[in-house]
């Protein structure tokens, strides 16, 4: 059996995510069009709601995936520090702005459903103060990276500050356990709510998560490649300047 190190190499880490691509990029195409087609489209309004409800379709999905993309980044800066395996470095740095991008499209649909439902575009909540500290995060994240020229050096300054942001991807998730107040509603998604949405939201909030969750790795995979050849073409470069 084959050891999940293997796909620390480079090589090994291209030749099976460029199998796989068309694949998973395949499956979130189709899971994203079936479930915001359906759910935009063929479920009834709110009772309370009316139409605005169905923006949870892109709010929810896209909140998961903003703290899931940062706590997979925590895991590669920890596999780099521990391991110092050079293609965790570049997921993690290639995830960061999937990862920003998830987290500004949380936070401005949930300014577009907060307007109605609260009155204002933004409040001062738990949730959402850790989500906007997270998306600074993100950016300081993406920074650093840029401003250090020394791969390595990079890498292990942004793994720190990975570790230090997790504190905040982990409010941002569990904000309404740790405080009792606040306007933002409890999960809308969970497998251990004792009642759930109505199935006919849920099975194509389903799908649209599904199609988040797949288009993140795909966008992931894709970057990480990118990072690759790149991280190739700049020791090319060094060489024939060397020689």
Request: hydrophobic share 55%; net charge neutral.
């Amino acid at each position: 059996m084959s050891s999940l190190w293997e796909y620390a190499n480079p090589r090994k880490f291209m030749t099976t995510s460029a199998a796989l691509l068309p694949w998973v990029s395949g499956i979130a195409a189709l899971c994203l069009g079936v479930g915001l087609v359906w759910g935009f489209f063929f479920t009834p309004d709110d009772f309370r709601m009316g139409s605005t409800v169905k923006i949870f379709y892109v709010h929810v999905p896209s909140a998961i995936m903003a703290v899931n993309a940062w706590v997979m980044m925590l895991v590669c800066s920890l596999i780099w520090v521990i391991r110092r395996h050079h293609v965790s470095a570049l997921a993690a740095k290639a995830a960061a702005p999937v990862g920003m991008v998830f987290t500004a499209i949380a936070l401005f649909t949930g300014a577009i459903w907060g307007q109605p439902m609260w009155g204002t575009w933004w409040e001062w909540d738990p949730r959402l103060t850790a989500f906007l500290i997270l998306f600074l995060f993100y950016l300081g994240y993406m920074a650093l990276w840029e401003a250090i020229e020394n791969p390595d050096s990079a890498a292990d300054l942004t793994s720190v500050l990975c570790l230090v942001g997790s504190v905040f991807a982990v409010i941002s998730r569990y904000a309404l356990v740790f405080w009792n107040q606040g306007l933002h509603q409890g999960a809308t998604l969970s497998l251990d709510a004792e009642q759930n949405i109505a199935d006919e939201f849920w099975y194509p909030a389903l799908f649209s998560l599904a199609g988040f969750g797949f288009l993140f790795l795909a966008l992931v995979l894709y970057r990480t490649q990118t990072e690759i050849r790149a991280r190739r073409l700049k020791a090319l470069i060094a060489q024939e300047r060397m020689a």
